[in-house]
C-alpha cells in the first residue's frame, strides 16, 4: 500500500508493537485524540460563521484574555479524552490546576498523562491565519490506581512517550512522535480521516529562515541580538529570510519542511521568555528531535529541564541543527 492510502487508523495499529510492554492503552489515546482533532477542527473551520470569534470575556492563570476558541477547544479536548475513560490525568494551558481522572474509583488502572495546549496561536484566530493545537503524554510515576499527583506532571520532557500537534491550516494536519520519528498526517475533510501524507518528517540540518517577534529586539540578550545581525549579514548564503506567524505550531511546521530556526528569547520584559515549558516547549523539542532538529533554551537541551510548576516558562530555540547551535554559539559568547 502506498504510504498516501495508509490512514492514521491503520498507522496506530501497525505501530503498536514499537512500544515494550503495550497493551494498546498508548494506541487508544492517540486514537482519542485524533477524535478530538476532529471536533476541534470542525469548530475551528467555523470560526467566522458562528458567534465564536473574540474573547470570552476572561483571563487564565497566565494573566492572557482567553479567546472564545480558546476556551472551546479545551473543552472540546478534555471532553473527548475524558469520555473514553483512557488517561488518569489532564493538564492544560487555559485550567488553573491539574485534572485528575476517575481518582475514587479504585480499579482504575489507566497509566497515561496528558498536557495540552488547546489552541496556540489564538491572536491568529480572529484573522484567518493557521493556528494548532499541542500534545505531550507522560506515563504517570505514581501508582496505578490512586489518583495523579503533581508530580505526575512535573517530570522533565525527556520522560515523554509521545508527543504532537495539529495544525489548522490550509489543510489540517496531525504530526506527532511516540519516538520513533515524525509522522505527519493530512485530514480529507470529505470522509473526515487523517491519511499519511508526510512520513518520517526530518528538518534539514542547515536552514534559512529564522522566525522572532523581532519588535521585541531592544529587549532581548546581547548574544540572540548578534545572531539576529548574523542571520541578516550579507555573507555566504545570508542574508537569511524572516518568517514569523505569532503560532508555535505554525511557525515550527514551516520551519521543519524547509528549514530553519523559531526563537523566543528571555527579555528584559519577561525573564523566563514567554513559551510554556510542560505545554509548548517539550512537545515541541521531543519532536524536534526526533526530526534530527534541536531544542534548547540557549544553554541547554530542553527535554533535560526539570519542571517545577505546571505553568513554567522557559526562553525557546528550536529547528535546524546547525542554526541552533549557531545561535547557542552567540549567546555562549555573550
Ligand atoms: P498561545 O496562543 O497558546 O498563548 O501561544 C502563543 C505563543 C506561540 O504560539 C507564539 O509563537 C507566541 O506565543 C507569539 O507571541 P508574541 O505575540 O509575543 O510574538
Ligand atoms: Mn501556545
Ligand atoms: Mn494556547
Avoid at 470569534?53 to 475524558?82: H, P, R, S, Y
Avoid at 505527519?184 to 508526510?198: D, E
Amino acid at each position: 500500500m502506498s504510504s498516501k492510502n495508509k490512514t492514521l487508523g491503520e498507522f496506530i495499529i501497525e505501530n503498536q508493537t514499537e512500544f515494550r510492554y503495550s497493551t494498546g492503552e498508548l494506541s487508544k489515546l492517540i486514537n482519542a485524540i485524533r477524535l478530538a482533532a476532529k471536533v476541534v477542527n470542525h469548530e475551528v473551520n467555523k470560526a467566522g460563521l458562528v458567534d465564536i470569534l473574540g474573547t470570552a470575556g476572561d483571563t487564565n492563570i497566565q494573566g492572557e484574555n482567553q479567546q472564545k476558541l480558546d476556551v472551546l477547544a479545551n473543552e472540546k479536548f478534555i471532553q473527548t479524552l475524558k469520555n473514553r475513560e483512557i488517561v488518569c490525568g489532564i493538564a492544560s494551558e487555559e485550567e488553573d490546576d491539574f485534572i485528575s481522572i476517575n481518582s475514587q474509583d479504585e480499579n482504575h488502572q489507566n497509566k497515561y498523562v496528558v498536557l495540552i495546549d488547546p489552541l496556540d496561536g489564538s491572536s491568529n484566530i480572529d484573522v484567518n491565519v493557521s493556528v494548532g493545537t499541542i500534545f505531550s503524554i507522560y506515563r504517570r510515576i505514581t501508582p496505578v490506581g490512586t489518583p495523579v499527583t503533581l508530580d505526575d506532571f512535573l517530570q522533565p520532557g525527556k520522560n515523554q512517550v509521545a508527543a504532537g500537534y495539529i495544525i489548522y491550516g490550509t489543510s489540517t494536519m496531525l504530526v506527532y512522535t511516540t519516538g520513533h520519528g515524525v509522522n505527519g498526517f493530512t485530514l480529507n475533510p470529505a470522509i473526515g480521516t487523517f491519511y499519511l501524507s508526510h512520513p518520517n518528517m526530518q528538518f534539514p540540518e542547515d536552514g534559512k529562515i529564522y522566525s522572532v517577534n523581532e519588535g521585541n529586539y531592544i529587549h532581548f540578550p546581547q548574544g540572540v541580538k548578534d545572531y539576529i545581525k548574523y542571520c541578516q549579514k550579507e555573507e555566504g548564503d545570508r542574508p537569511y529570510t524572516s518568517r514569523y506567524i505569532g503560532s508555535l505550531v505554525s511557525d515550527f511546521h514551516r520551519n521543519m519542511i524547509k528549514g530553519g530556526i523559531y526563537m523566543y528569547p528571555k527579555s528584559s520584559k519577561a525573564q523566563k521568555g514567554k513559551l510554556r515549558l510542560l505545554y509548548e516547549c517539550n512537545p515541541m523539542a521531543f519532536l524536534a528531535e526526533q526530526a534530527n532538529g534541536l531544542a534548547s533554551d540557549g544553554h541547554q537541551r530542553i527535554m533535560e529541564i526539570q519542571p517545577t510548576e505546571l505553568h513554567e516558562r522557559v526562553p525557546f530555540f528550536c529547528g535546524s541543527k546547525n542554526m541552533v547551535e549557531k545561535a547557542e554559539e552567540f549567546m555562549a559568547k555573550s
